[in-house]
Each structure stands twice: as C-alpha cells, then as structure tokens.
C-alpha cells in the first residue's frame, strides 16, 4: 500500500525523498517539469494539519506524478508539443482536484508522446523517454514517462490517459499495473482532448489495492464534463470466487513474441488451479479492430486539434503577413510528424468522397466489435490477452515507420472502441530481463471485480 | 487507394499546414502506407449493420441554461494570448 504521511514520517520527508529520486534518475528523461517549490510547500501545508491533529486525506503527503495533458496551474501544460509551450493553465483537472482535496502532491509532469499521439514516447518534443529496464529501448506510450516513474519506484503513483493502450502498453513495458477504466468513468476535464468517444483516464500503480483507491477517489459524475456515468463504483459487487475467463484464438499466432504467449499460457495453468475455467472465445472482427481505430481516432483528432491555431495560447509563429498565413505557419511548425499523420488522415477519412468508404465503414466495424464483447461477455466474465505483440523495442526501431508503430497497438484498441475496461498486469520478465504484461479485459462498470480479480493473478 | 502529391498538397490545405518539398514527398509515403493499411476494412463486411459513433451510455443530459461560476477569469485568460490591446487578441491583418 502507499506511504502517507503521519507525525514519524512527515509528508516533507516523502516529498523529498521523491525529489532526490527524480534527480537520480535524470538520464531516463522522465520529467517534463519537476514541481519542486509547490510540493515542498504543499508538504509543509500537510504536515501542520497533522501536527495540529486535524483530519487529513486518503492520500495525505503520497507523491504522484501527473502526465503532461493534465491541466493544473503548476506548470506548463504541454501535452509534450512544441504548439503548447509556454500554456500556464489557469485551470485545474477535476481528476487533480480529487486526487490533490486527498492530500496526493504533484512532484513533476511526465513526458509524452505530443498530443498522446504514439505508442512509444518517441513522438515528444522533449525527447524520449527511457525504459525502466533497459536504457536502451523505449517507455513504451503515450503515458511513458508516467509508467517509468512508478516502475522505478520514484512516485507511488501517476495519472495517464488511453485514447487506444497509452496506459496499458507503457505499464506492461515497465512492470507495473495500468488501468483503463470504463467508458465515461472519470472526468476529462482540464485534460487534452485527442479522440473524444474513446480517450479514457487512469493510473499506474505497483499494487491492484492502490488502484482500487485511486479509482475510489476519483470515479464519478461531473457537471463539468456531460460524458461521466453516475458513480458506479464504490458500488460494483465482487464476482463470484470460482469465474470464466476467455482467452482469444487468434491472438496466438506466430506475430505475438513466443515470451508473451508462454506467460499467458502460464498464467491460465495458474488459474484453473485455482479452481478457474478458460473459455476459448472467437472474435474474428477484433483483427479488424486496428484499421477501424486508425480511422475513427484521427478523424477525431483531425477536429479536436483544429483550435490549436496560435491565437488564444501556446506558441505563435512569428512573422506572419496575415491571420491565414499565421494559422498555417504556427501549426506547420508547432506539430509533430505524427500530429500532422494523424490530422491529416483525420482530414482525409472525413472529407467528402471518402467518407462513407472510411469513417462510415470504420463505424459500422465499431458495432460489430461492441457485439462482439458482448457475446464474449456472455460467455466469460473476464478476458485475459496480451497488451501488445512484443515487449519494449529498441529506441529508434520504429519512429520511421508509421504502420509498424501503429500494429503495437493491434490488442489494446478495440477495448476503447468498445468503452470496456482494461487493466495491464505485470507477468514477469524475459530471458533478457525485460518486463512482460497481460490485460485483464471486463465488462462496461466491471472496473472494481477486474481489480479485485487480478490479485489471483499476482 | 493511390494517393498523389496533389492529394497531399489538399490534405494538408484543409488542415492548415504549409509544407516543404521535402515534407509533402515523406508525409505522401507514410499517408499512402497508413491508407493501405486502413483499406483492409474492405474485406469486413457491414450489411446492415448500424454505426456507432459514441459508446456512453447515456443521452440528452439537460442542465438549465444558467451561467455558472467559471474556473478562469477574463485576465487569466487574456493574459495567455501572445499579443493584447485594450482587453482585446491582437492578430496580423484578415485580409
């Protein structure tokens, strides 16, 4: 469980005991700002509440580190672009608020791909981020420097976003747990939009319990943002102790590393001998998952990125003859090769004449792929697959290539498309020492029972 | 489908981009990967089957039509544009 601060171990220890980490760990590129003179003041704050024996929060002193499409006024609020330098947000997250009312405190924000557009945190304008077991391969993405933050142990938690594994894939890359909750669980306000029917909030932890109270904490309506269900949460009802999982035929193929197929084989041993069945279940339209995503998504992104015009906030092109000229000159230079993919695939899936062959074909494979979790779920009551086809690449080995990157995410997308809940679990290491992980996979508002579940599973 | 510079030189028009030479040649090669990837959508077939556009469950949340309190103020926000005059954002010629 999290450390939080009492009269022996004072929040101001924690904080800078987190501090002395981050420092240490420097080379791995982790940090896009590090909040060394608000938490060291929010600390002290916390440690005269308790000094005084008054009431503290759940989270009272922990240090976390918050991904950089948070929205807080510590800070630049970046999403790692180049678009947004120099964005102070003179507001604040409602996820933040909650995780901050509990006494949690902000020690840096984490790298990114820009606009979590990318499986690999390759795509920052602040560099990459390295991998918590082996410096020479990537963080894995979009959330990556938040999943190596809590791998190597410099925070007790971080904040993510999944549009499509950018939670799910850094975890299992680094060993620790990654949660993408239902569908609408958490408040997206104050957070970067990227594909709004399918960006999801969640966290990283080391331990399923520490979840468990993040998702306590922060789940729940907000009038701040129309698309959060009523709290479903706090009360969802354990599963029943003997379960079905399902585990998906063709996902074991010849194109998912031999290591991760082992490890999900192992762990399915584990748990028929604990009194579990596996199910074998076919999805055939999940292998469709992928081209459907990749057309939905940057059609969403090709619109939510449409305000990033250098007029209100961020950076500004200079020396521009007119307003058009500026728009073009300021958004030419402020994204990334892939925002610019991405928005013009957007464009392009949208624009008339291909419209109905893509964006309206892609969300008619979307219904199928909702059927087909449905099916499956009256079948099983969670699903067991990999997160991605292989463990953590090498730095470099696939920023040149767009599809090669995209395919990272062939078993991560579909759960977003449909709305369902997800949770990366660490499942031991590779010969070369590298980190393996599964997805648990559960019904929409089954966050609480897949948590709970996954204990089995340590 | 085969996309041609000329498709590029569009795309990136309606996405207010102005790119290089050398941009418009790498941005081409990647897009006609991407779109060859994303065609396979082709062999999957949809007959009659309904779109879906958005997976909340829910629809129609009303809220009364009342100003509430607002997390930033006018400065605030102002005070993020590059340039400001009289409470105003400052910006080159429209026309």
């Keep these: 469980m999290m450390k939080t601060a009492n009269k022996t171990v004072t929040a101001t220890r924690l904080v800078k005991d987190a501090l002395a980490k981050v420092k240490h760990f420097e080379d791995y590129n982790i940090f896009t700002f590090i909040n060394e003179e608000g938490a060291l003041k929010k600390a002290a704050e916390i440690d005269a509440k308790i000094a005084r024996g008054e009431k503290v929060g759940r989270l009272a002193g922990v240090p976390y580190a918050l991904k950089d499409n948070f929205l807080s006024p510590e800070g630049e609020t970046t999403a790692s672009a180049h678009i947004l330098e120099g964005f102070s947000s003179p507001v604040t997250a409602t996820a933040v608020a909650k995780l901050e009312a509990e006494g949690a405190i902000m020690i840096g924000r984490t790298n990114m791909d820009a606009f979590a557009h990318g499986s690999s945190t390759e795509n920052s304008y602040f560099g990459p981020t390295r991998n918590a077991f082996d410096k020479e391969r990537v963080a894995g993405g979009s959330s990556g420097g938040s999943a190596v933050a809590v791998a190597l142990d410099i925070v007790e938690f971080a904040t993510g976003t999944d549009t499509g594994g950018s939670i799910r894939q850094p975890a299992s890359f680094n060993g620790v747990y990654g949660l993408k909750p239902t569908y609408g669980t958490i408040s997206r306000y104050g957070v970067v939009a990227m594909a709004s029917s399918t960006d999801c909030i969640g966290f990283f932890t080391k331990t399923p319990d520490d979840m468990n109270l993040l998702m306590e904490i922060t789940a729940g309506q907000d009038p701040k943002d129309m698309t959060t269900l009523p709290d479903y949460y706090k009360e969802s009802t354990p599963k029943e102790s003997s379960l079905r999982i399902g585990i998906i035929k063709d996902f074991d193929n010849e194109s998912v590393d031999i290591e991760i197929r082992k490890a999900l084989k192992k762990k399915c041993e584990e748990l028929k001998a604990k009194g579990h069945e596996i199910v074998e279940l076919e999805m055939p339209a999940l292998k469709y998952a992928l081209a459907a995503y990749y057309i939905i998504v940057p059609a969403e992104i090709a619109s939510n990125l449409s305000r990033y015009d250098g007029i209100r906030y961020g950076f500004r092109a200079g020396d521009s003859q007119d307003l058009n000229a500026l728009y073009k000159n300021t958004r030419s230079e402020g994204f990334m090769p892939e925002n610019k993919r991405r928005i013009m695939i957007g464009n392009f899936v949208l624009s008339s004449g291909f419209y109905d062959a893509y964006f309206l074909k892609a969300a008619k494979a979307r219904t199928l792929i909702v059927k087909e979790y449905a099916d499956a779920f009256s079948k099983c009551d969670f699903i067991l697959t990999p997160v991605s086809p292989n463990p953590a690449f090498k730095l470099g080995e696939k920023v040149g290539d767009p599809v090669a990157m995209y395919l990272e995410d062939m078993m991560s997308v579909s759960l977003n498309l449909a709305g369902v809940p997800g949770l990366a679990i660490p499942a031991g290491k590779t010969k070369d020492g590298l980190a393996l992980g599964l997805q648990l996979v559960g019904p929409r508002r089954s966050d609480k029972a897949l948590i709970e579940f996954s204990k089995e599973l340590i | ?95």
Excluded: C
Excluded at chain 2, 67 to 92: F, S
């Design chain 2, 1 to 95: 489908m085969e996309i041609k510079r000329e498709d590029i030189v569009h795309l990136a028009d309606l996405s207010d981009f102005s790119l290089e030479n050398d941009e418009i040649e790498s941005l081409g090669k990647d897009l006609q990967g991407i779109i060859t990837y994303i065609s396979q959508l082709d062999e999957l077939n949809t007959e009659n089957i309904e779109p879906t556009y958005q997976v909340f469950e829910m629809e129609n949340i009303w809220r009364e039509d009342e100003i509430l309190p607002q997390d930033a103020t006018r400065e605030q926000l102002l005070a993020l544009t590059k340039e400001e005059k009289d409470n105003q954002i400052k910006v080159p010629k429209v026309l």
